[in-house]
Nanobody, 124 residues
Framework: QVQLVESGGGLVQTGGSLRLSCAAS????????QGWFRQAPGKEREFVAA????????YYADSVKGRFTISRDNAKNTMYLQMNSLKAEDTAVYYC?????????????????WGQGTHVTVSS
């Protein structure tokens, strides 16, 4: 089993930055694909970013490309999401997820382990 705990969410003004962290415990997630998703009020959970193993190739939703960066620190068993140039439409609950395969996916149903979510609010 893998337990994921997100941190780093909060309130930020438009144009600001936040860095989300997702610490894993229970087993190593280094050899699995990792991803970030978000869910705004009244909307479905949507893909934000993902990273493969072992190539660490990254994938992004068009809406965040060029502003967000996903990364992983295998030694710390932790993944990150650096969010820059934040917009009001980025307001959502952000979830980290781990897939028990090496290839990344943009489908929430492909991920087995999920964090509890962290709130990000961008005020204009």
């Amino acid at each position: 089993q893998v337990q994921l705990v997100e941190s780093g969410g909060g309130l930020v003004q438009t144009g600001g930055s936040l860095r989300l962290s997702c610490a894993a415990s229970g087993r190593t997630i280094a050899t699995y694909a990792q991803g970030w998703f978000r869910q705004a009020p009244g909307k479905e959970r949507e893909f934000v970013a993902a990273v493969n193993w072992p190539s660490s190739r990254t994938y992004y939703a068009d809406s965040v490309k060029g502003r967000f960066t996903i990364s992983r620190d295998n030694a710390k068993n932790t993944m990150y999401l650096q969010m820059n140039s934040l917009k009001a439409e980025d307001t959502a609950v952000y979830y980290c997820a781990v897939r028990t395969q090496a290839a990344a996916s943009g489908l929430p149903s492909d991920y087995r382990y999920w964090g509890q979510g962290t709130h990000v609010t961008v005020s204009s």
